[in-house]
C-alpha cells in the first residue's frame, strides 16, 4: 500500500491550500494519520495528526490556521491551509502508523509561500 499526496503548489502570503493524502489500498488497524513537513535544512516535524476516536492534535505555530480531517470510507486524510505564511514552507509529507507499528510515508507535496 502506498500514500499519494497532492494539493501543494504555490501560494501568496495570507492565502490557503487543501492537501490530501491517499491510500493505494486498505491499510489494516489505522491508528494515527497526520501530516510531517520538512523545511529545508531542517528536520521533518510533525504539523497535525488525528488518531481513531478523532481527538487532533497541531503543532502550536499552526493552530487555528490548519485543520486535519479524515474521510473514512475514501481512505483520505486531508490538511486544510488557511493564512499561509512563508514560513510554512516545506515538503509535507502524509504519514499513516497501524496498531502494529508499522508505518506509512508519502511521497511528499512541495508547498511553497511568497511574501
Known amino acids: 500500500v502506498q ?6 503548489g504555490l ?7 487543501r492537501l490530501s493524502c491517499a491510500a493505494s489500498g486498505k491499510i489494516v488497524g489505522v491508528n494515527l494519520r497526520g501530516w510531517y513537513r520538512q523545511a529545508p535544512g531542517k528536520e521533518r516535524d510533525l ?3 488525528i488518531v481513531n476516536n478523532g481527538i487532533t492534535h497541531y503543532e ?3 493552530k487555528g490556521r490548519f485543520t486535519i480531517s479524515r474521510d473514512i470510507a475514501k481512505n483520505t486524510v486531508n490538511l486544510q491551509m ?4 512563508p514560513e510554512d514552507t516545506a ?11 508499522r508505518e506509512y510515508w508519502g511521497q511528499g507535496t512541495l508547498v511553497t509561500v511568497s511574501s
Open 60 to 62: 502550536e505555530s499552526v
Open 11 to 17: 501560494v501568496q502570503a495570507g492565502g490557503s491550500l
Open 47 to 49: 504539523v497535525a495528526s
Open 91 to 101: 515538503v509535507y509529507f502524509c504519514y499513516t502508523k497501524t496498531v502494529y507499528g
Open 3 to 8: 500514500l499519494q499526496a497532492s494539493g501543494g
Open 82 to 85: 488557511n493564512s499561509l505564511r
